[in-house]
C-alpha cells in the first residue's frame, strides 16, 4: 500500500510542479513547452520498468536516468523557436553531466554486476515501480529550474547570477568527477576490494560526489532565476530537492547503512566516520 500512496503523491508533487513551471513557457502545438519536456523522464522510466521488473534486472535504471535528461534537452532545443544563450548552455551542461554520470554508473554496475540498492527492492513489483517513478521524477524535478529557464518566453542578457551560477556548475562538476575517479581508481587495486577510501577527496567528506552534485545544480537555478517569473520560480526547489533525496532518502542514507553492515564493526571505520564530514569537504575533526 505505501508503494501506491508513494507513487500517487509523486505523480502529483510532479503535475504540481509542472503546471506552476508552465507559466511563461513558450508554447508548440497549442501546449506549454516546459509541460510536454517534463513528462519525458517519466515516460521512459515508466517503458523501462516493464521489462526491468520481467527479467529482475536494475543493470538499465541509472542509463535510462540518463537517457531522460538527454532526449528531455534534445526535445527542448528542437521545438523551442528560438532558444536564447542562457538556455543554449544551460542545455549544454545538463547533457554534459548526464553523459558522464550515465555512462560512469551503467560501466560500474555492468562491471559489479549488480546494484545492492536494488537486491529486495526489484523482486517487489510495486516497490519497484515506485523506484522508477522516483527515477523519473528524479529526472524533471531536478532539471525543472533550468528547464524553465530554456523554455521561458522572457529573455535577458546574462548577468552576474549567470556566472555566479556558472562557476558553481563547474566546481559541483569537477568535484563529481574528481571524486568518482579517486573512487574508482580505488576500486581497481585487488587489495581494496572489500576496503572503504579514505584518501583524495574522501578523507574530507563521506560523500563529495554528493556534495558535487548538489553545488552543480545548485549552479543550475542561480544561472535560470532571472528569467523565471510568477509560478515559475517554484522550480527554483530543484537543488532543495537533489539535496533533501540525497542527504535524505536514496543517498547517503542508503549507503551509510550499506557502510555500517559492511565494516560497522571495524574500528578503522567507527573512526573515520566519526572524525570526516558526511558531506561538506572540510578539515577532519
Same mark, same amino acid.
Given at each position: ?42 515516460? &521512459? ?33 528542437? $521545438? ?24 560512469? &554508473? ?47 518566453t522572457t529573455q535577458q542578457a546574462v548577468g552576474i547570477p549567470f556566472f555566479i551560477g556558472t562557476t558553481l556548475w563547474v566546481l559541483g562538476f569537477g $568535484? ?32 563529495p560526489n554528493y556534495f558535487g552534485e548538489i553545488i552543480l545544480w545548485l549552479g543550475i537555478a542561480v544561472m535560470s532565476a532571472p528569467v523565471l517569473v510568477?509560478?515559475? &520560480?517554484?522550480? $527554483?526547489i530543484s537543488p532543495v530537492f537533489v539535496f533533501f533525496l540525497l542527504t535524505k532518502v536514496s543517498g547517503i542514507p542508503m549507503l551509510e547503512k550499506s ?27
Amino acid at each position: 500500500m505505501k508503494p501506491i500512496i508513494g507513487i500517487l503523491a509523486i505523480i502529483a508533487f510532479s503535475a504540481a510542479l509542472a503546471v506552476a513551471g508552465n507559466q511563461g513557457s513558450v508554447v508548440f502545438s497549442g501546449l506549454p513547452l516546459f509541460i510536454i519536456c517534463a513528462s519525458v523522464g517519466f515516460m &521512459l522510466h515508466w517503458l523501462a520498468f516493464i521489462p526491468a521488473f520481467a527479467y529482475q534486472t536494475e543493470h538499465y535504471f541509472d542509463l535510462i536516468g540518463s537517457a531522460s535528461y538527454i532526449g528531455t534537452v534534445i526535445l527542448t532545443v528542437a $521545438l523551442h523557436p528560438g532558444m536564447d544563450t542562457r538556455g543554449l548552455i544551460i542545455s549544454v551542461m545538463i547533457a554534459v553531466w548526464a553523459v558522464r554520470l550515465g555512462s560512469f &554508473l551503467f560501466a560500474r554496475v555492468k562491471k559489479a554486476g549488480k546494484d545492492r540498492r536494488f537486491n529486495e527492492i526489484k523482486t517487489r513489483f510495486f516497490r519497484y515501480m515506485f523506484t522508477w517513478t522516483l527515477g523519473g521524477a528524479w529526472v524533471f524535478i531536478t532539471m525543472a529550474a533550468g528547464l524553465a529557464a530554456m523554455t521561458s518566453t522572457t529573455q535577458q542578457a546574462v548577468g552576474i547570477p549567470f556566472f555566479i551560477g556558472t562557476t558553481l556548475w563547474v566546481l559541483g562538476f569537477g $568535484l563529481e568527477v574528481v571524486a568518482d575517479s579517486q573512487k574508482t581508481s580505488f576500486r581497481r587495486q585487488a587489495a581494496n576490494a572489500e576496503k572503504f577510501i579514505t584518501t583524495g577527496l574522501w578523507q574530507y567528506s563521506r560523500h563529495p560526489n554528493y556534495f558535487g552534485e548538489i553545488i552543480l545544480w545548485l549552479g543550475i537555478a542561480v544561472m535560470s532565476a532571472p528569467v523565471l517569473v510568477g509560478w515559475q &520560480l517554484a522550480a $527554483l526547489i530543484s537543488p532543495v530537492f537533489v539535496f533533501f533525496l540525497l542527504t535524505k532518502v536514496s543517498g547517503i542514507p542508503m549507503l551509510e547503512k550499506s557502510g555500517l553492515e559492511r565494516w560497522g564493526s571495524d574500528p578503522k571505520y567507527q573512526r573515520y566516520i566519526s572524525i570526516t564530514s558526511s558531506l561538506v569537504p572540510l578539515p577532519r575533526k
